[in-house]
């Protein structure tokens, strides 16, 4: 009976460790899992380190984001696409030293499908000329793509992201891709942050 309390007690901390996840982004593709003690080990890299630190630190408080905002479908068959059922939110901070610190909620999504995450910018506005690669056709228009997320057995995806940024501000749209066919099927339009 004892092992079988352990069990549940460990498959407890399991399924609340994954709906708690943060993630510290440097570069694309380059990320780790982040809490306020892991990663233990700190990067060679002055100004990584000292954006593991302030995240960490802000990681080991009940954040306070200053603003919410909800994701919505784009204006199908003009771009994008509709997922019945898909729907998010995503709160961050205004301001934050060395990045995009970000809480990411998505539900009505596929089970175990992936998805996309992108920061998309506008040649005309702030932030994009600070963001890393050029859209394929658009080459002045640029986009990150900075995590590629998988939903969870219910369909529901729940993260925080510390995107490493140049600082500056930034005026972007957030943008939820299906991995099948890279089309945009939930977003936010136009909005700001700055990094310092």
């Known amino acids: 009976m004892k092992n079988l309390l352990a ?3 460990l498959f407890a901390a399991a399924v609340h460790l994954v709906a708690q996840s943060s993630f510290i982004v440097y570069a694309k593709g380059d990320y780790s899992l982040v809490t306020a003690t892991v990663p233990a080990a700190k990067p060679t890299d002055a100004a990584r380190a000292a954006f593991l630190a302030d995240v960490q630190a802000e990681l080991a408080k009940s954040p306070a984001y200053e603003t919410r905002m909800v994701l919505t479908a784009p204006p199908a068959p003009n771009w994008g696409k509709v997922i019945e059922g898909a729907r998010g939110e995503f709160q ?3 301001t934050f030293q060395g990045g ?3 809480h990411l909620k998505l539900e009505g999504l596929t ?3 992936t998805y996309r995450l992108c920061l998309n910018g506008n040649p005309k506005l702030e932030g994009n000329d600070r963001l890393a690669d050029p859209v394929k056709g658009l080459p002045e228009e640029r986009y990150l793509d900075f995590f590629t997320a998988t939903a969870d057995a219910a369909g ?3 993260a925080t992201f510390a ?4 600082a500056g501000p930034y005026d972007v749209r957030l943008y939820i891709k299906d991995t099948t066919d890279h089309t945009i099927f939930l977003y936010h339009d136009y909005f700001r942050f700055t990094v310092e």
Do not use: K, Q, S
């Not at 995107?163 to 140049?166: D, F, N, T, V, Y």
């Open 92 to 94: 961050f901070h205004d």
């Open 156 to 158: 529901r995806y729940d």
């Open 111 to 113: 089970a175990g499908h």
């Open 163 to 166: 995107i490493a940024l140049a």
């Open 7 to 9: 069990l549940i007690i």
């Open 100 to 102: 995009f610190v970000v």
